[in-house]
């Protein structure tokens, strides 16, 4: 879904409703229309951002995030939270770097794999290293989450 699309046919509503009350009204409010554009794009953004946390709340497991694929449009991506690494039992202060060379297919399968799991390909790497030598670790790194207003 293309917010401007949405946005630009809810204002061009409300330019039609104020002309069919009065004819007159029709001017002001393409004006008004035309700087309000930004404004209820926004309000539009934080609608489905308000939704996705209800949804999430709805669900018995999992969370719902809105994602922006572009400046227009949002998308709605369903977290299972139950594929998130658990807490570390390693010191995660100092991450270690390595350079790892595998078949372009491998690379490829374990990205889908990421991607399905709405993790990076280093968060699920590093969980899969820790599940096959029976450990449990975090991710190193800094992460933002929630949801946030406009």
Do not use: H
């Not at 594929?83 to 690379?107: C, G, I, M, Y």
């Amino acid at each position: 879904m293309k917010m401007s699309s949405v946005t630009q046919q809810l204002l061009e509503d409300l330019v039609a409703t104020a002309r069919a009350i009065d004819p007159s009204l029709a001017e002001p409010m393409a004006r008004l229309v035309s700087v309000s554009s930004t404004v209820v794009s926004m309000r539009l953004l934080n609608l489905v951002t308000e939704l996705s946390a209800e949804l999430s709340q709805a669900l018995p497991s999992g969370r719902v995030e809105v994602r922006l694929t572009s400046p227009d449009t949002p998308e709605l991506l369903y977290i299972d939270t139950s594929l998130e690494a658990p807490p570390s039992r390693f010191d995660d202060s100092e991450p270690a770097r390595l350079t790892l060379r595998l078949p372009q297919s491998l690379k490829e399968q374990a990205e889908r794999a990421a991607e399905a799991g709405g993790v990076s390909l280093n968060t699920w790497v590093v969980t899969q290293l820790s599940e096959t030598l029976g450990r449990r670790a975090r991710p190193s790194g800094r992460y933002l989450s929630g949801f946030g207003k406009a």
